[in-house]
């Protein structure tokens, strides 16, 4: 096709062609994937080369179409396609036509309420018989009640949290064919083939249970109650029979006593002629009534049937008397169900055609519109009232929710209700007031409504690739996203609205990798691929500073990360960590236009294996260009210890860091890719080499390093009034004290051999102590557990925790039924009380360490894993929590920034929806469309075990079977000698006398993972090994007789044990 490019620039013909022709490629390959996936459904299909997934689904999109098809796009077709394989999209959807062609739609991104099928409660109660099924269920709004009724005569009236409050068992052989509630009587009204039962469900009297009006004339189908509050004494019902008729029936109170039949003997319920009653009826339909209504709103009822002529009918009572004609709606092969909005003032009917059509209630000649998808007839439906959703059932159990007002589809689901056959009838009632939506078949089932953002279309993005950078601006309350195209967007916290963004903030092409905000909000700094700095004004988004471009720029000057040190109008200052593994400072100040670099720290550090500790030599003249690190210098040629076995280089793929400037001391953390942590502490002029020694370096890398300063710490540092000169006075006097002997190291090296400064810790830790007070100060803080540590996030989804002097002090593992996966993000809140983690799985993990930090040498102070949640399907890349508002920031590769609840994990939204924030509600439960998990609350136990009692068999007692051989019984004397021998053998059976065993099944993994099932066997005394009596007596003769003369008293101990 490439080749005819430049022939057809001329031909429209044969553009339309080949247009054609990519098209019909293009459907055939949807029916292909179409038909893969109904194979793999029904567990026919087996995999081939020929296998169809997205990959190859976007090449060969991408290859018919070119770039006239956008990623987002071709991805929201394939998941439409996935999600439902019986609505296949329209091919103009590839190319972003939904929006266009449906213009009333909702936007992709809606919040929607949806049932949640995987929440279903089950009412498994003794509401049914055998072979039963619930013809119908009533709620009671204003009492709180639930009534059901089955086919064999089970009445039952739950009250609140569906508890069984009453229950009677009808003694008719006739089958009950629907039920509703007296408001005004408080009775409850089941009509039967030919009588109607009214139920006093407050009756605790034995004698009778309610009435039964009998006999009906015809088979009675159907029953509800007009809902008229103008008398309470009295209350109106409709019935529809299956000759097409239906009922009105007005009963009183009075009726009860006037109107009762003389009956022979007492029975379940008093009998009520029916020939008493006056029951006004007329002939609405031509074949049986399958359902009746009355809308209070619109003051009428409603009447359906099979009957395609008039198949439904609504008007007012009065025409059931006065024979005027109604209003009737004809619909091909009648109408089994229908349903009213309020909201919408819409009548919604369904029946055996499969067609749900929705009708204007004055309007009976054309349906307002109609909502296509059911494969089979639909035998009821229900409406919500205050979503204006309308849920409908068809006879193969499937259930369909839609959108009256766009006309939408908004979820199907299937439900297996253990009746083999199609249902013709099957209730079903939604409850408003809670988000409830009421089931029944032979048990009921009850399916909460739960608000979700429902994207039909597309996943939920902030940006359209993938993110790389999430920043929080505590000042401003403002959130900082950058993604991969090099496009910064600035968001409201509060609400989610998007405040300004900048493009190409780096150049055309040029990824923005990773940015830091000063602490007082005012500066931002990026970092780029190309190895370019920029100093912006966060609130106008102006650039003020650069690094310039190197002039041998390549993918080694990439930036991983920047830390902002020093930010004001005169001077900036930045930290920052290239892919090659180096770290630099930046700077720049109201002199100069550009930045520059100012400090470099060493990439390779030689570290003894036994002892990995380097002394370093620091330059005390640097500190006067720039007065945050001074420059190192190793005195030893890196080059030379490459074969040395007694030393080791250090990594050189160093993939994070950190910086550390608190009272007594300036830190430095790197994390590499094989595990190893070097923590330069410019105090103690000094580098250590962290790292588990019994661990493989494949899974140990580093993904991320973060220190912890408690909040005394914390505290202590903002009460000091001058803390930056004593530090930097300190650290003048250590470089002073190197800067001698570096000096003659270097005259050394250069007339001898290369020196090195290495020290074992023991040699050095006495000196170091008497010269610099600070660092007597730090080991106090030490000891007391307010020394700040190191938290490290592993490849092998732990996290370690290491003190500043390089002891590893604790080590965690995230306690999830799903694998975590590695982890990648830390961060803690402001008070360092709460460490959040985040992983490539998409999972964030809470921890709580307030009294870890306090004393962290205190056993009983542990580190609590508190909350777990998947926030995403693809891997974090950042995260933050806000305290005041008490939510958790995530951003991910999938190109979304979500909000969460900081202590329930509930999701609020994501940056870049239609709709505000409701930061404070946390009452509707939420989830984005690719995460079905809800958050998991863990909770510490009290104890580590839970014990078991392990049941054993009982043991002969031979004792207890002496005593009762011992015993003659009358059965002996019988002659009954082994039936004697057998009862006393049983009944010398007990328990065995031992100890119990026990198990002890291990709920946390520290209490133990190998040895958690074994049995523990406890022995209260050791058990001694004697030797026989008869044994004891020989050597006791024995030693008796060689020793008589010495013990004469031996020979009266024998003759006593004689």
Request: a negative charge.
């Amino acid at each position: 096709m490439s080749g005819k490019k430049g022939d057809k620039e001329g031909c429209p013909a044969l553009e339309l062609i080949d247009f054609n022709n990519a098209l019909e490629q293009f459907q055939n390959l949807v029916e292909k994937m179409i038909i893969q996936k109904t194979k793999e459904s029904s567990g026919l299909y087996t995999k081939d080369n020929d296998e169809r997934d997205y990959e190859k689904f976007y090449t060969t999109t991408r290859t018919l179409f070119g770039s006239a098809v956008k990623d987002q796009d071709i991805q929201a077709f394939f998941r439409k396609v996935m999600r439902n394989l019986d609505e296949r999209p329209e091919w103009l959807e590839i190319f972003g036509c939904f929006r266009r062609a449906n213009g009333g739609m909702s936007s992709t991104s809606k919040e929607s309420m949806v049932l949640l099928v995987s929440e279903k409660q089950q009412i498994t109660h003794s509401v049914v018989k055998r072979k039963d099924v619930i013809k119908g269920i009533v709620k009671v709004p204003l009492l709180h009640l639930t009534v059901t009724a089955s086919q064999k005569g089970v009445l039952t009236v739950f009250r609140k949290q569906m508890k069984v409050l009453t229950t009677i068992n009808i003694e008719d052989t006739a089958w009950i064919t629907g039920c509703d509630f007296l408001p005004n009587l408080k009775y409850v009204v089941a009509v039967t083939e030919s009588t109607i039962i009214l139920w006093d469900y407050k009756s605790k009297e034995s004698k009778s249970d309610g009435f039964v009006i009998k006999p009906m004339k015809n088979c009675l189908l159907c029953v509800c109650t007009v809902t008229v509050a103008d008398n309470l004494a009295k209350d109106t019902i409709l019935m529809g029979d299956d000759k097409g008729y239906v009922y009105l029936l007005t009963i009183t109170s009075d009726d009860f006593i006037m109107k009762q039949s003389k009956a022979e003997k007492e029975a379940q319920f008093k009998v009520l002629d029916a020939e008493s009653f006056d029951i006004p009826k007329r002939k609405l339909h031509d074949d049986w009534v399958g359902k009746i209504k009355y809308f209070s709103a619109l003051k009428c009822f409603g009447s359906c049937s099979t009957d395609s002529t008039n198949s439904f009918v609504l008007d007012d009572i009065k025409r059931l008397e006065d024979h005027l004609p109604v209003k009737e709606f004809s619909v091909p092969k009648g109408v089994n169900a229908f349903t009213y909005c309020g909201k919408a003032k819409v009548i919604v009917t369904g029946g055996n055609d499969r067609i749900l059509r929705l009708w204007n209630p004055v309007v009976n000649f054309s349906p307002m519109g109609k909502l296509l998808g059911h494969k089979h007839s639909i035998v009821e439906i229900v409406t919500n009232e205050k979503d204006q959703h309308v849920i409908s059932l068809s006879c193969a159990k499937v259930f369909r929710v839609w959108d009256i007002q766009t006309l939408s589809p908004l979820q199907v689901f299937y439900e297996d209700h253990g009746t083999p056959e199609e249902m013709n009838s099957f209730p079903m009632v939604f409850d408003n007031d809670h988000g409830l939506l009421f089931t029944g078949s032979d048990v009921i089932d009850i399916y909460p409504l739960a608000n979700v953002i429902q994207d039909s279309k597309e996943l939920p993005q902030t940006h359209e690739k993938s993110l790389n950078v999430l920043l929080y601006n505590r000042a401003f309350h403002q959130i900082l996203s950058i993604c991969t195209e090099s496009i910064l967007k600035v968001w409201d916290l509060e609400t989610g609205s998007q405040i300004y963004q900048l493009e190409d903030a780096h150049g055309l092409n040029i990824e923005v990798t990773c940015a830091a905000i000063e602490r007082n909000g005012v500066y931002l700094a990026t970092g780029a691929c190309d190895g370019t700095v920029k100093i912006w004004e966060f609130e106008s988004g102006q650039e003020i500073k650069a690094l310039p471009l190197a002039q041998h720029s390549n993918d080694e000057h990439r930036m991983l990360k920047i830390v902002y040190l020093k930010a004001n109008e005169g001077q900036h200052a930045v930290i920052v960590l290239e892919q090659r593994g180096k770290i630099k400072i930046i700077q720049g100040d109201s002199t100069q236009t550009d930045l520059y670099v100012t400090w470099v720290l060493p990439e390779i550090v030689p570290f003894p294996r036994r002892n990995p500790v380097v002394y370093l030599s620091l330059k005390p003249a640097s500190l006067k260009t720039q007065d945050f690190f001074p420059e190192i210098r190793l005195l030893c040629n890196t080059s030379c210890m490459k074969n040395d076995t007694e030393t080791f280089l250090s990594s050189v793929d160093i993939r994070c860091f950190d910086v550390l400037k608190v009272e007594g001391g300036r830190l430095i953390a790197t994390g590499s890719a094989n595990g190893e942590i070097n923590l330069w502490d410019f105090e103690s002029a000094s580098v250590k080499c962290l790292r588990k020694t019994t661990e493989d370096n494949q899974g140990s890398g580093v993904n991320a390093i973060l220190f912890l300063v408690h909040r005394i710490s914390s505290s202590r540092k903002r009460s000091s009034q001058s803390p930056t000169p004593s530090v930097r006075s300190d650290a003048s006097a250590i470089a002073e004290q190197k800067g001698s002997s570096s000096d003659q190291h270097e005259k050394n090296a250069e007339s001898d051999e290369i020196n090195t400064e290495i020290k074992t810790a023991e040699e050095t830790t006495s000196c170091k102590d008497t010269q610099n007070p600070k660092m007597n100060e730090q080991l106090l803080k030490a000891r007391a557990g307010l020394s700040p540590l190191l938290a490290s996030a592993h490849e092998s989804s732990c996290i370690r925790l290491w003190s500043i002097q390089g002891n590893l002090m604790k080590e965690l593992l995230p306690f999830s039924g799903c694998p975590s996966g590695p982890l990648t993000v830390l961060c803690t809140d402001i008070f360092t009380k709460i460490l959040l983690t985040g992983s490539k799985e998409g999972y964030i993990f809470r921890w709580n360490m307030a009294s870890f930090l306090e004393d962290s040498r205190n056993k009983k102070n542990e580190i609590k894993e508190e909350l777990c949640w998947r926030a995403h399907a693809a891997e974090v890349v950042d995260l933050f929590i806000e305290e005041e508002k008490n939510v958790v920031v995530t951003a991910s590769i999938d190109s979304s920034v979500r909000v969460w609840h900081a202590r329930i994990g509930y999701y609020f939204g994501y940056f870049g929806q239609a709709r505000k924030f409701e930061l404070t509600d946390t009452s509707r439960l939420i989830l984005p469309s690719d995460v079905n998990d809800f958050s998991a609350i863990i909770k510490e136990e009290s104890k580590h075990t839970e014990k078991k009692e392990v049941l054993y068999p009982l043991v002969l007692d031979r004792d207890k079977l002496k005593s009762l051989t011992g015993s003659p019984s009358d059965l002996e004397k019988a002659g009954h000698e082994e039936a004697v021998h057998g009862f006393k053998f049983f009944r010398a059976l007990a328990p065995e006398k031992l100890q119990h065993l026990e198990t002890f099944e291990f709920v946390s993994k520290e209490a133990g993972a190998v040895f958690g099932l074994l049995p523990i066997y406890e022995l209260e005394h050791p058990i001694e090994v004697s030797m026989p009596n008869s044994l004891q007596r020989i050597k006791a003769e024995k030693s008796g007789h060689k020793g008589r003369e010495k013990h004469p008293d031996s020979i009266e101990d024998l003759s006593q044990d004689k």
